[in-house]
């Protein structure tokens, strides 16, 4: 439970940002088109996914040499610091430069710290739960993570029914950055008090190479497989949340007030629906899932956002949002638990977060920006396309991988047919090399 509220807060101090970047974007950067106002805090929200490699890459091996609990705790509270520092930075009419420029070192704390934070919750989350339902109990990686941005959209529009749109653009858009700056300090404390895994709690007795990048690069076929399986599911994820939002308001012309409950009523059905697909793929198998969405990604993506595009009614507009949304869920339920069972427990952490942050760095985190910048230049309805490419990528992976459900590296350890990774290793020049 400690675990799965601290998701929760730090991607609700993640997603704070894309919510109201509508309101603070003149804020921060001078008076010019919408456009271009949205496009420049867009640039910030790619490069703080920049960051979330080193995240990864840091706070992973931190996890899987002194634990998840303690990579967990110092996580949520570097996002504390990045949350708090956006509050109460300046406006550019006050500071100039520097206040983006504040912005900016913000964003890159936030980017650390969940380039850590989706590592180390997976890996936890999928050591914790029992044998057969580990589909189940590692989709509330992404219950979680939406209903952080489902918090974050709640807080929004509850803050627009009290503050006329001059006072959300004026001040109001920093209320909610004080508000995940303080639950982030409250659940840092929390964490403190998290039971660490039996998994990890098996293997802190040795070294042999516990988060070592040396080591993970052994398993270069793993590493292919996660950058594969992230590409077109991030593209998309990202496409259907958190620029669907702006694409709503900027294209399709609706209200942004309309947007945010829009988006609310969504994303609350796309939170059910997580734990229903990660308990279906414990019965059928991971592999078929993500093939469901990269089939029905690669064929759908265009017809859903040309028409979306193209209409002003909320009612077309949530159905096309949740079509999408149903699509991505065959990414979204399962991706945790896949990646985690392709490595063993010494560099799981590690193994699941490099190569996931690095793909969604590139390509999550460019997406909104690839999206504005073809939108400014008259040419929309390519992103649409470069949408369906990502996810076709991604399809041919899905189509050539093994079940890893039924090849498993956590069963395979808690079974014991898999063996301690301890005492799988063989000595050889001074260092330890994993018999594989």
Request: glycine share 10%.
């Amino acid at each position: 439970m400690r675990g799965s509220i601290g998701n929760l807060v730090e991607w609700y101090d993640w997603y704070v940002y894309a919510a109201f970047s509508v309101y603070f974007a003149k804020t921060f950067f001078p008076e010019g088109e919408p456009t271009a106002q949205l496009l420049s805090t867009a640039a910030v929200f790619a490069v703080g996914f920049l960051m979330r490699p080193i995240g990864g890459w840091a706070l992973g091996r931190y996890a899987d040499r002194f634990g998840r609990r303690a990579a967990l705790t110092l996580s949520v509270t570097v996002m504390a610091a990045g949350s708090l520092l956006i509050a109460i930075t300046p406006s550019y009419a006050s500071i100039g430069l520097a206040a983006p420029v504040i912005l900016l070192l913000a964003r890159l704390l936030q980017g650390l710290s969940v380039g850590g934070e989706y590592a180390t919750s997976a890996t936890y989350l999928s050591e914790v739960a029992t044998a057969g339902r580990r589909g189940f109990y590692s989709s509330f990686q992404y219950v979680t993570l939406v209903a952080g941005q489902l918090v974050a959209l709640g807080v929004q529009i509850v803050l627009q029914q009290f503050l006329t749109a001059g006072q959300m653009s004026a001040w109001g858009w920093r209320i909610p950055f004080l508000i995940g700056a303080a639950a982030a300090l409250i659940v840092m404390g929390l964490r403190r008090g998290m039971d660490e895994s039996q998994s990890f709690r098996s293997e802190s007795g040795t070294d042999y190479g516990r988060g070592s990048l040396r080591v993970l690069l052994r398993y270069p076929r793993e590493c292919l497989l996660v950058v594969g399986l992230t590409l077109g599911g991030t593209v998309a994820f990202y496409t259907y949340t958190t620029y669907m939002q702006k694409f709503m308001v900027n294209t399709s012309g609706i209200s942004k007030s309309t947007v945010a409950w829009i988006n609310f009523l969504a994303l609350l059905v796309f939170v059910v629906l997580q734990p229903i697909a990660g308990a279906l793929s414990d019965r059928i198998g991971r592999r078929k899932l993500l093939i469901f969405f990269g089939v029905a990604g690669t064929i759908a993506t265009v017809p859903i956002m040309t028409v979306l595009g193209g209409t002003k009614n909320p009612v077309a507009a949530f159905a096309l949002m949740l079509a999408a949304l149903v699509i991505v869920t065959g990414y979204t339920s399962i991706n945790a638990i896949v990646k985690a069972e392709l490595f063993p427990t010494r560099i799981r952490a590690l193994g699941v977060g490099l190569p996931y942050a690095l793909t969604v760095a590139i390509f999550g985190g460019t997406a909104e920006m690839i999206a504005l910048a073809l939108k400014k230049a008259g040419h929309e309805s390519l992103y649409f396309w470069y949408v369906s490419g990502c996810v076709l990528i991604s399809l041919v992976t899905y189509f050539f991988m093994r079940e890893t459900s039924a090849e498993s590296h956590i069963d395979a350890e808690e079974s014991g047919t898999g063996g301690s990774e301890a005492t799988r290793a063989v000595a050889t020049a001074g260092e330890q090399v994993p018999v594989r």
